[in-house]
């Protein structure tokens, strides 16, 4: 699959640690981010991070990636760790264009490739095209981008759950600590 997803991307190096980024917002509150790492094709949960979105108010989610990306990364290279062979954001043209401006201000963008894949058809998008990949959605190349694309999903909106969940509790909490009429 590894190898498949290097020659159907014209990667320089086997993509063998892969990140993905995707972000979770419901109705403009609590907006998070998670990225999660898949080395040699299986899931490093380990590395999986979560991330509270702190400067983008709104549902802005092309100014979310690039914060996500930015964090992450500007952790990675102070603290010298490894970075991905490949990053993957959940979305388009757009999110990728995002998450493409962080990696430059960051100087990141010739040491760590991106694409995109879009959830409607699964299509994968690459810097500087605008027109995504043809690619069988039934590849294992696209197979593999799926899998990873999904757990950074599910990764996301399980946590966005739980800060719903901290801030309702909170909210019911306040209410009964009002005094009653």
Known sequence: ??????RLLGLPTLPRWIE??????????????SVVVFDSGAPLRSEYRRFRIRGVAGTNDFAMV?????????????EGER??????????AGQLAAAEAALAELGLSDRIPAI?????HEEVYLPGRSEPLSAHPNS??????????DEAHRFAVTYHRVRRRIRLRAEVEAARARPTP
């Open 1 to 6: 699959m590894l190898e498949a997803l290097e």
């Open 20 to 33: 993905a980024v995707d972000i979770s917002i419901f109705q403009g509150s609590e907006a998070v981010g």
């Open 66 to 78: 690039r914060e996500v990306v930015r964090r992450r990364y500007a952790r990675r290279l102070a």
């Open 83 to 92: 970075l991905p062979d490949l990053l993957l954001v959940d979305g388009g």
């Open 116 to 120: 995109g894949l879009a959830k409607r």
């Open 140 to 149: 294992p190349a696209i197979l593999l981008l799926r899998a990873v694309r």
